[in-house]
């Protein structure tokens, strides 16, 4: 972790957090492009110059926390993938933590992967689940299967990432019915199914 992130003043983390929990109420309850400064910071109980102390314009602030969406759940990656045994197919503790993180954090999940206004979030994480799947071929034996298979790198990266943010997006939708563990160990059947064929 960024040791600047670490020494961070209480006082802006406790206002990012009332901008960003007014954000996600006011998503759940209107369109993105009728927030404005002026009702997110009454929601948040700030005024409006302590928002822009922090932020340009509503724009920069979903910037921001999609690239604190991103390092919050990179940090979870990266502590789970040291102790992870990349060949068995039964366990995906990578996967499993990713999916707690989200089921902790599900109202804020739920709602900023469901607004189709709001983009730059699903696109992040759909880069963060390329990236983590690259890695993970580059571990295991995956890409022998998919070779065999006629099946281009690529495309097997665009499949997997897609599918799984569909499917978490989906999860979210429906209340999370499966535990992350329950999930994760679906993800890596299905991971097995398709991509590890030899």
Do not use: C
Not at 51 to 71: Q, S
Request: aromatic share 8%; hydrophobic share 40%; charged share 30%.
């Amino acid at each position: 972790m960024d040791p600047t992130h670490q020494r961070t003043d209480p006082r802006i983390l406790r206002t990012r957090r009332l901008l960003r929990e007014a954000f996600v109420e006011l998503l759940q309850e209107m369109e993105i492009d009728k927030i404005t400064v002026n009702r997110l910071a009454e929601r948040a109980t700030i005024n409006r110059v302590t928002f822009y102390l922090h932020y340009k314009d509503i724009p920069d602030m979903m910037d921001k926390m999609a690239d604190e969406m991103v390092e919050d759940l990179s940090a979870i990656l990266e502590q789970t993938v040291a102790g992870e045994d990349p060949t068995n197919g039964e366990e995906w503790p990578m996967m499993v933590h990713l999916l707690e993180h989200i089921a902790e954090q599900s109202k804020f999940y739920k709602v900023i992967l469901s607004s189709r206004r709001a983009p730059v979030f699903t696109e992040r994480l759909l880069k963060l689940l390329s990236k983590m799947i690259q890695e993970r071929f580059e571990r295991s034996e995956g890409n022998v299967g998919i070779t065999r298979a006629g099946i281009q790198r690529d495309v097997a990266i665009w499949y997997g990432s897609s599918a799984l943010i569909g499917t978490i997006v989906s999860w979210l939708r429906n209340d999370m019915p499966y535990t992350p563990a329950y999930l994760a160990k679906q993800f890596s059947l299905l991971r097995g199914r398709f991509y590890d064929k030899r």
